[in-house]
Every structure is written in structure tokens, then in C-alpha cells.
């Protein structure tokens, strides 16, 4: 009897906690290293971020970790976060008449962008400045994301869109 009861508080123990721990991951803190996400996520804070196992099912909106996947984003060794804007298949601009970046022809609402570039900065290989750029249609498998202060975010619009394998964490704070 007492081998019994035993066992079942342990098959209780085991079934308590997130339930999607074992299907999307478990939970690890990163620090922020610049100040591309402000003003979500300022330099040096520690975010929450659930690791991704299997495959990633990529959403707008979501702010994930990723992997230099090389090319023009360089050989990085730290991770970068960003935010998804727009996923496979989806074609994304810049800007509508209003100056607002686009999804399939719609304007995103994007209340966390604090900074935004300027429309009309002249291209700099050196530097991803103006939001002004040409449409994408983001291939499948990928993701164009962008930090959430657009004037002082190299991302998707100068480095192109990032494949879904260099996705490692998807932020939950």
C-alpha cells in the first residue's frame, strides 16, 4: 500500500506545471543586449523566453530568439531578439501612404514601435536606417522580423528574412 501511494504522489508531482513544457519547451532567461527592442525590452534587462523544440509554428507579433543564420545578418555569436512581422508566404512593405509597414497590402498596428526610422534616409551599407523598403514576400520556412525601435534595429528590412530553424526561443514576458 505505501508503495502505492508513493508512486501515485510521484505521478502527481510529475503531471503538475505547465503543460506545455514538454511540447514547446522549458523556460530560460536571456539578457538584452542592445536597444533594439525598446521600449518592450530595454538593454540589459532579463527576459523569460520558452525554448522551442520540434517545430516552430511562427505568429506576428511574437518576440523570439534567434540564431545568426550568417549572410548579411554576419557570424554573431550572441543571440538577437526581434520581433515577427510577417511569416512564409505573407508580403511585407514599406510604407503605405500613412507611412505604415504593410502585411499582404493591409497596415500592421503596431503600438510597440517608440522610435521609428526615418521614410526618406538614404540607404547606408552601414547601417539599417530608413523603414522605407521594397516588398517581400517572405518565403516559407522564414520569418521577417524587426526590432521594435525601428531607428536603431538592424533586422529583416537591410539582412532579409531569418529561416524558422534559427528561431531557439520565443519570449512569454
Known amino acids: 500500500m505505501r ?32 536597444v533594439s527592442m525598446e521600449p518592450t525590452v530595454k538593454a540589459g534587462q532579463v527576459v523569460t523566453a520558452r525554448t522551442v523544440t520540434g517545430t516552430y509554428e511562427p505568429r506576428r507579433g511574437d518576440v523570439v530568439l534567434i540564431r545568426s543564420p550568417g549572410g ?10 526581434k520581433r515577427v512581422v510577417a511569416v512564409g508566404g505573407e508580403t511585407i512593405a514599406c510604407c503605405d501612404t500613412s507611412g505604415k509597414v504593410t502585411v499582404d497590402g493591409k497596415p500592421l498596428a503596431e503600438p510597440y514601435v517608440a522610435e521609428d526610422a526615418s521614410l526618406d534616409e538614404p540607404p547606408n551599407p ?3 536606417g530608413p523603414r522605407r523598403f521594397a516588398a517581400v514576400t517572405v518565403p ?11 531607428a536603431r534595429s538592424n533586422d529583416s528590412r537591410c539582412a532579409g528574412p531569418v529561416p524558422v ?5 520565443v519570449m512569454v514576458d
Open 140 to 150: 516559407a520556412d522564414s520569418v521577417f522580423v524587426m526590432g521594435d525601435s525601428r
Open 72 to 81: 548579411l545578418w554576419g557570424d554573431r555569436k550572441a543571440p538577437l531578439l
Open 165 to 169: 530553424s534559427s528561431v531557439f526561443a
Open 3 to 34: 508503495r502505492l501511494m508513493v508512486l501515485l504522489l510521484v505521478m502527481a508531482v510529475a503531471g503538475c506545471g505547465d503543460g506545455d513544457a514538454t511540447e514547446t519547451g522549458a523556460t530560460e532567461q536571456f539578457t538584452q543586449g542592445g
Open 126 to 128: 552601414n547601417y539599417c
